[in-house]
């Protein structure tokens, strides 16, 4: 599997910010290195943003269905690497056997341990995430490689019956970092309190 | 007193109604057979989403989100569960999310099976290295105020606690028949 051509060079950027630019109402759990930074290019340091740094890695898709579980009438989108989601694919038949019908899993592909190096991981290797969770029962479970279908891909993120899964096949360039917040009980009092949770 | 069952003293009851009047409404649990009954309590109750875990680690991350959107859970697991949490601990500490788990505690009092001991004898010292208060409830008349007031503490403190039953409550695991 070596030299293998990549599929595609979407911009994660991009994708992130058609789905949460100007969308207040979406609660958003941020994955481990870059998804975090996606959270803020798209909507800044927003309330409604949640990110996990270093403990939790393969974490955050539970910590999405805990909170969709808990908020069943808001959208919730989690966004994570390929490599944080590899560890946390354990995750896909809790999600999958609970079907929260508001919650999506988006994950930004780059066949990348970019954090630490550029590492290859297994996603580059044949490894099909979205086939892992549509066998697993994910209601919509999709790569997105194609610039064409990145409207339709939002769409189910924002709009589907879940759980819904999308694996975007991004550039393995590094995508910029951003200033971010990463003091955990700011992120959980802010949540709460735009929830209006004392 | 063998297996542990004390007649006349429905302690996974009390512990349930415990955990319905700390007004927790999520339950997350990897099976173990000294929870089968408050499981199938917790299952049955309106109030509760009981949610079945392929692995204890996603206990924490579960719970820290079922809080962000206003819920309160509880983690039940075994001994071994726990070694399978320690990373994610360091979620609910940066967060300083509450973390509530009651573990049955394999290894303990009259175990059979040498493949327990390992987690059982780490489970107080791992709940204390993660700056968890550690309760131990050796009888069943213990249990729901245990649980009571580790809860109370958990999400008026924000902090978290570990109840660990010890065999000596539920009973060992018998080989022998």
Do not use: I, V, Y
């Given at each position: 599997m070596t030299n293998k051509a990549r599929k595609s060079d979407l911009d994660r950027r991009d994708v992130i910010k058609r789905i949460l630019?100007?969308?207040?109402e979406v609660l958003a759990i941020g994955g481990l290195g870059n998804a975090g930074y996606d959270l803020v290019a798209a909507?800044?340091?927003?309330?409604l943003n949640f990110t996990i740094h270093g403990?939790?890695?393969?974490g955050a898709p539970t910590v999405g269905l805990g909170l969709a579980l808990a908020q069943p009438r808001r959208r919730v989108v989690v966004v994570l690497g390929d490599g944080d989601m590899l560890m946390g694919t354990v995750s896909l038949a809790t999600i999958a056997a609970q079907r929260p019908g508001n919650l999506a899993i988006l994950v930004m592909d780059n066949e990348r341990y970019q954090e630490t190096g550029a590492q290859a991981t297994a996603t580059g290797m044949g490894v099909d995430l979205a086939g892992m969770a549509a066998a697993a029962g994910f209601r919509v479970a999709l790569t997105l490689?194609?610039?064409?279908r990145i409207d339709d891909a939002v769409d189910k993120v924002l709009?589907?019956?879940?759980p819904v899964f999308v694996n975007v096949k991004i550039s393995d360039v590094p995508a910029q970092q951003l200033p971010k917040v990463r003091d955990g009980v700011l992120m959980k009092l802010r949540f709460r309190g735009r929830l209006g949770i004392d | 007193m063998e297996k542990g069952e004390k007649v006349g003293h429905d302690w996974h009851a009390d512990v349930h109604q415990a955990l319905h009047d700390a007004r927790i409404t999520v339950v997350a649990y990897v099976p173990d057979g000294g929870h089968r009954r408050l499981i199938e309590l917790c299952r049955a109750d309106p109030m509760m989403r009981a949610v079945p875990l392929a692995?204890?680690?996603e206990g924490p991350c579960l719970l820290a989100g079922a809080w962000l959107g206003g819920q309160r859970g509880v983690l039940l697991m075994q001994s071994s569960g726990l070694g399978n949490c320690i990373n994610n601990f360091g979620l609910i500490k940066a967060g300083q999310f509450p973390f509530l788990t009651l573990i049955t505690v394999r290894?303990?009092?009259?175990?059979?099976?040498?493949?327990?001991?390992y987690m059982g004898r780490r489970t107080r010292p791992l709940l204390e290295l993660a700056d968890f208060h550690a309760y131990e409830v050796d009888a069943a008349v213990d249990a729901a105020p245990t649980v009571t007031a580790a809860a109370q503490m958990v999400f008026a403190c924000s902090s978290g606690a570990g109840v660990m039953l010890t065999q000596r409550l539920f009973g060992a695991k018998r080989f022998d028949q």
């Open positions: 630019s100007g969308n207040d909507r800044g340091e927003h309330p403990a939790g890695m393969g490689d194609d610039a064409a709009r589907a019956p879940g | 692995c204890e680690s290894g303990s009092w009259g175990e059979a099976n040498p493949w327990m001991l």
